[in-house]
């Protein structure tokens, strides 16, 4: 791809804001559950993905308890954007609150009071703005999400504290993270009008967003945020002698038989492509980005080299519905978090 190229953008739902089709996901460079990383070769991806017109970072303080976010801020500095994050500038930057109780997922009978208090929203932000060396958060999002929360009694107190937050201008937007498998849990917030964006897990696994949720986000105009397009690579070229670190999460999330499983689904996925597009980690991306519902897709980006591919794949040349619709045989809903 020619690096003066640019990344085409979508609008991020009602928000006005227009986010860059490829997103940067931080997680992985977080230096938390993925195993060894080099905090300089994650400096490179980063400024790779600002070189190639990558305007959205998302990122979260429990991503190494701010150590994605520093990662982000520096590279932002080094690059001589260091004001060019919202209000004022094209650099958008996203981050999410923790949950009080560190419990994932959200429970529909789980308490509001002890996730997510006024006091721990507002102390999440501020601890996040200085990780950023931000005055504003383009989007601040809840990091866990039940629709059952919106009936709580503490729910007033808690939304206060995001309104608080964003009449001081220290966020623009509101967002949530959906429930991992469990899209139907966001339905009722897509409809209530506070959240401007929802974080979803979508991918040629994982399909179930596409079937109401994305649908009511555009009814709604709610952004979507696609998190996980490579299933934590099982779309990405796996086999079933890949062996990961202890320390990484994936020792556990493709344990047992859960690798070759994955591997005979990919493989299967991989000849239903074979005639169209060969590379299966590009059809990933080339999936999410071909429901027009979709505002950004934020794979994990820990070299310069993936940035590359990724944005590369976010070349307009998508999936129609036809070849949609037979893909939806591939689909797997499971659910390897837990």
Not at 33 to 41: L, Q, V
Not at 77 to 83: C, F, Q, T
Not at 115 to 122: G, N, S, V
């Amino acid at each position: 791809m020619n690096p003066s190229a640019a990344l085409a953008s979508r609008p991020l739902g009602r928000t006005g804001l227009k986010v860059s089709e490829i997103g940067f996901g931080a997680w992985g460079i977080s230096r938390a559950m993925w195993g060894r990383t080099d905090d300089a070769e994650s400096l490179r991806a980063l400024r790779k993905a600002l070189d190639l017109g990558v305007n959205f970072f998302d990122t979260a303080y429990v991503y190494g308890h701010g150590h994605s976010e520093r990662l982000i801020s520096q590279a932002l500095r080094e690059a001589g954007l260091a004001g060019a994050a919202e209000p004022q500038g094209r650099i958008l930057l996203a981050t999410k609150i923790p949950p009080k109780n560190m419990e994932w997922p959200a429970h529909p009978h789980g308490r509001l009071e002890g996730a997510f208090p006024p006091e721990w929203i507002e102390a999440c932000t501020e601890r996040s703005l200085r990780n950023l060396r931000a005055d504003c958060l383009s989007l601040q999002q809840l990091h866990v999400w039940t629709d059952a929360w919106l009936k709580d009694p503490f729910w007033p107190q808690s939304l206060g504290a995001l309104e608080r937050l964003k009449a001081q201008g220290k966020i623009r937007y509101l967002g949530i993270s959906v429930n991992s498998g469990e899209p139907g849990s966001a339905f009722a917030a897509a409809l209530s009008g506070v959240f401007d964006t929802v974080q979803v897990v979508l991918n040629l696994f994982e399909q179930g967003a596409a079937e109401r949720l994305l649908p009511l986000c555009a009814e709604r105009g709610v952004g979507v945020i696609v998190r996980c397009p490579f299933d934590e690579g099982g779309l990405s070229g796996l086999t079933p002698q890949t062996r990961f670190e202890p320390e990484d999460f994936r020792s556990y999330y493709f344990g047992g038989e859960r690798l070759a499983e994955t591997c005979r689904r990919a493989e299967a996925l991989k000849a239903s492509l074979a005639s169209r597009w060969a590379a299966l980690p590009e059809a990933a991306i080339k999936f999410c980005l071909s429901f027009p519902e979709v505002s950004c897709v934020i794979p994990g980006m820990r070299q310069s080299a993936h940035v590359e591919a990724n944005v590369r794949a976010a070349d307009g040349r998508y999936f129609d519905k036809e070849l949609l619709s037979e893909l939806r045989k591939h689909a797997w809903a499971r659910d390897f978090y837990h």
